[in-house]
């Protein structure tokens, strides 16, 4: 069986403030792993995956991941976030696709 | 990516009425797409997974006569929530499979409310 956690429901963050959002899993199976963004009234939008390799992956918008096998996480981060990146945040392991509850994220101006 | 449209955005029921939700694929020829389900505060949960011109296969706890899925074109999948009850609301979301089976684009999701 396979499940995701995502123990914060809720980030708020000043704008330009550096910012992480936790995720750990847990799989029986080989290991592969995505952060997906859901902005208001859009679909979900696939920031980055990790499905082998490199264990530090850059995706879209400056965001990057870091698969750590030992801690059975993929903590999500930005080094300087914007208002734009204000939206939903999931976190997802396959086989078949298992979402995280979500972490939204709220930028402070 | 390609884009996904799903229509009503938002729809009311009466309770034991019937809703058809429709999800189509835009720009791309959708062999599969997947319902999924998400309640509040809660992450999505995948219901179906409808192929083109299939019937549709469902996860272990998902009714299906109780939703109907429907998968007629490779643009378009409608999922039919039938006898609808207070139960049932939740937010429905789709999306299509792609040659990546590590991807999936998702549609904006139906808020189903039934009173």
């Known amino acids: 069986a396979q499940s995701v956690t995502q123990l914060d429901s809720q980030v708020p963050v000043f704008e330009e403030a550096p910012v992480e959002l936790r995720c750990n899993y847990s799989?029986?199976?080989?290991?592969?792993l995505f952060w997906y963004v859901q902005y208001p009234n859009q679909g979900l939008q696939l920031l980055l995956k990790?499905?082998?390799?490199?264990?530090l992956v850059k995706g879209i918008n400056g965001f990057e991941a870091e698969f750590n096998k030992s801690q059975t996480s993929f903590h999500l981060r930005k080094p300087s976030v914007h208002i734009s990146d204000t939206a939903e945040y999931f976190c997802?392991?396959?086989?078949?696709?298992?979402f995280g509850t979500g972490t939204r994220l709220t930028i402070i101006p | 990516g390609a884009v996904v449209s799903q229509h009503p955005s938002w729809v009311i029921c009466k309770s034991g009425t019937s809703v058809k939700i429709e999800c189509r694929s835009l720009?791309?020829?959708?062999?599969?797409m997947f319902w999924y389900r998400q309640f509040p505060k809660q992450s999505l949960m995948l219901m179906a997974t409808s192929n083109e011109g299939s019937k549709a296969t469902y996860e272990q706890g998902v009714e299906k006569d109780k939703f109907l899925i429907n998968h007629a074109s490779l643009t378009l999948s409608t999922l039919t929530v039938t006898s609808a009850h207070p139960e049932d609301s939740s937010f429905y979301i789709c999306s299509t499979g792609t040659s990546d089976i590590y991807e999936q684009y998702f549609g904006p999701g139906t808020r189903l409310t039934v009173t």
């Open positions: 990790y499905l082998s390799g490199s264990t």
């Open positions: 799989s029986s199976v080989s290991v592969y």
């Open positions: 997802a392991v396959l086989e078949k696709l298992t």
């Open positions: 720009d791309f020829q959708a062999t599969t």
